[in-house]
């Protein structure tokens, strides 16, 4: 069956240092791909998508990485701030599906000062 | 913010009894998909509306059941609550011709005790 999962629970990163989250998909079909952020009491806010035909996207600070062949998802976060500090979830939906996201379980992210 | 609203914020039910939480999409979107999230777990897709009708479903029993009005606003019904209901109810509003971009509400917060 299909099943989106991130690679760490955890990730403790410094102020100023580059983040990056992994994220592994099973399913071959998967054609769409989200990262969100979810701060403590709040909804998934989306941060940047990538399409199965593109390897890499790049938005203000994040990129993500997408490789095909392994089926794996990376999130990095360029000069990472206290603010950045949430749970991050990859969703993914394939063409098929595409009325729904399956999501992984996630990974804090803690900023240290 | 992403616009979409969610009602009531918090709530408590005792197991057997019914519960109805509500949501306002974003402004032109006129798709809506609702989530379950236990905690420390991803967001699971219950089902989505559109042209007011179920429109795709998740691995939810009969007693989730939904509604979609003219306005595109939305509620989740759930029947005969169980302990394990006790979660965030999340609500993401889309337009359909890219119902895999959604954005989600801050939720409602569930606990059946």
């Known amino acids: 069956g299909e099943s989106v999962g991130l690679h760490l629970p955890t990730l403790s990163v410094q102020e100023g240092d580059n983040s990056i989250i992994n994220c592994a998909y099973s399913n071959s079909a998967s054609d769409y791909f989200i990262w969100y952020k979810q701060e403590s009491g709040k909804g998934p806010q989306f941060i940047i998508d990538?399409?199965?035909?593109?390897d890499k996207r790049q938005g203000q600070r994040v990129t993500v990485l997408l490789n095909k062949t392994v089926k794996h998802l990376s999130l990095q976060i360029a000069a990472t701030q206290p603010g950045d500090s949430a749970v991050y979830f990859c969703?993914?939906?394939?063409?098929?599906?595409?009325?729904?996201?399956?999501f992984g379980a996630g990974t804090t992210v803690t900023v240290r000062a | 913010e992403t616009g979409v609203t969610q009602s009531p914020t918090h709530l408590i039910k005792t197991r057997g009894q019914q519960v109805t939480l509500r949501c306002s999409s974003q402004s032109g979107h006129n798709t809506v998909s609702w989530y379950q999230q236990a905690l420390g777990q991803g967001p699971q897709f219950i089902f989505q509306y559109y042209r007011e009708e179920e429109n795709g479903r998740g691995n939810f029993p009969p007693r989730f059941s939904g509604l979609q009005f003219p306005n595109y606003s939305s509620e989740l019904n759930v029947n005969a609550l169980e302990l394990d209901d006790s979660a965030l109810y999340l609500c993401?509003?889309?337009?359909?011709?890219?119902?895999?971009?959604?954005?989600f509400g801050a939720g409602t917060r569930l606990s059946v005790l």
């Open positions: 990538i399409r199965s035909n593109m």
């Open positions: 993401a509003s889309s337009f359909q011709v890219t119902k895999n971009i959604q954005y």
């Open positions: 969703a993914e939906n394939s063409h098929s599906n595409d009325y729904k996201l399956s």
